[in-house]
T-cell receptor
Framework: AQTVTQSQPEMSVQEAETVTLSCTYD???????LFWYKQPPSRQMILVIR??????QNATENRFSVNFQKAAKSFSLKISDSQLGDTAMYFCALNTGFQKLVFGTGTRLLVSP | ETGVTQTPRHLVMGMTNKKSLKCEQHLGHNAMYWYKQSAKKPLELMFV???????ENNSVPSRFSPECPNSSHLFLHLHTLQPEDSALYLC?????????????FGDGTRLSIL
């Protein structure tokens, strides 16, 4: 079975600072994909960044980057230069097959001025 | 424009009512999903449709009945729901060409059962 664990229910950061959200996962598959989704109060789940397990290079998207440690099954998200609009729930998700995403319980991030 | 549109945005219904949730995607995807999102719980996958065929029913009670008339539309018919069914119901779609393709979500329907 695949599982995704996010051990930080809530985090706070001040504007312009850097914050890292943790995610660990478990799967017996060798080929899989990892995603971070953001869900602001508007409710829409928005893709932030994705990582293919066979790629050693960490994915980056502007201010968002990941630290992918395959052996440790860790996939953390780093947000640099945090902005007020980054306030949201952040979900880590694992896709091992053709169809299914397994989500973590989420981390609520509050960015304050 | 999200590409995935869900209606209604909010729905309040009694336990004996019958209602339907609608999802429409304008992205040309061929897989569609229903999820249930409850407070402090991971998103729960309910149903998966691939090219209009149901390929996954994640042990969902029969009071939830999905319908997928074509690859662009997905419905969730609700009947005799329970208070614990109150939640945010999210629809998603995806292109199944490659496994790294992400799911695209709608804004969800907030369902409250009285």
């Amino acid at each position: 079975a695949q599982t995704v664990t996010q051990s930080q229910p809530e985090m706070s950061v001040q504007e312009a600072e850097t914050v890292t959200l943790s995610c660990t996962y478990d799967t017996s598959e060798n080929n899989y994909y990892l995603f971070w989704y953001k869900q602001p109060p508007s409710r829409q789940m928005i893709l932030v960044i994705r990582q293919e397990a066979y790629k050693q290079q960490n994915a980056t998207e502007n201010r968002f980057s990941v630290n992918f440690q395959k052996a440790a099954k860790s996939f953390s998200l780093k947000i640099s230069d945090s902005q007020l609009g980054d306030t949201a729930m952040y979900f880590c998700a694992l896709n091992t097959g053709f169809q299914k995403l397994v989500f973590g319980t989420g981390t609520r991030l509050l960015v304050s001025p | 424009e999200t590409g995935v549109t869900q209606t209604p945005r909010h729905l309040v219904m009694g336990m004996t009512n019958k209602k339907s949730l609608k999802c429409e995607q304008h992205l040309g995807h061929n897989a569609m999903y229903w999820y249930k999102q409850s407070a402090k719980k991971p998103l729960e996958l309910m149903f998966v449709y691939n090219f209009k065929e149901q390929t996954e029913n994640n042990s969902v009670p029969s009071r939830f009945s999905p319908e997928c008339p074509n690859s662009s539309h997905l419905f969730l018919h609700l009947h005799t729901l329970q208070p614990e069914d109150s939640a945010l119901y999210l629809c998603a779609s995806r292109s199944t060409g490659y496994s790294n393709q992400p799911q695209h979500f709608g804004d969800g329907t907030r369902l409250s059962i009285l």
